[in-house]
């Protein structure tokens, strides 16, 4: 059993920041990945930001410029500094964790949090 929460989402006026953090529990061998996706209001679901056990990042380009991935992945914790919010960037964002278990003869598997709600308006 694994339980991903996603925690500093908010209601932001554009121009502003806000920092996302995700912490992972359970029964996790080990974390090749984290990162976060994102679906706003009547678009499809894109990743954001991900970070790899070695430190490596990738972003979409439309936030290259503005956010910052970071985690302690040993911690299992990953965060999402968020600047220059534009209306675009509301959505709810889901972090996920791409894991080994413990249980369950070591599978891979993908786990998500429950979502927290990023709302940019003036």
């Known amino acids: 059993q694994v339980q991903l929460v996603e925690s500093g989402g908010g209601l932001v006026q554009p121009g502003g920041s806000l920092r996302l953090s995700c912490a992972a529990s359970?029964?996790?061998?080990?974390?090749?990945?984290m990162g976060w996706y994102r679906q706003g209001p009547g678009k499809t679901r894109e990743l954001v930001a991900a970070?790899?056990?070695?430190?490596?990042?990738n972003y979409a380009d439309s936030v290259k410029a503005r956010f910052t991935i970071s985690g302690d992945l040993a911690k299992n914790t990953v965060y999402l500094q968020m600047n220059s919010l534009k209306p675009e960037d509301t959505a709810v964002y889901y972090c996920?964790?791409?894991?080994?278990?413990?249980?369950?003869?070591?599978?891979?598997?993908?786990?998500w949090g429950q979502g927290t709600q990023v709302t940019v308006s003036s």
């Open positions: 359970g029964r996790i061998r080990s974390i090749n990945g």
């Open positions: 970070i790899t056990s070695s430190a490596r990042t």
């Open positions: 996920y964790a791409d894991l080994r278990l413990i249980t369950g003869g070591g599978r891979l598997s993908t786990s």
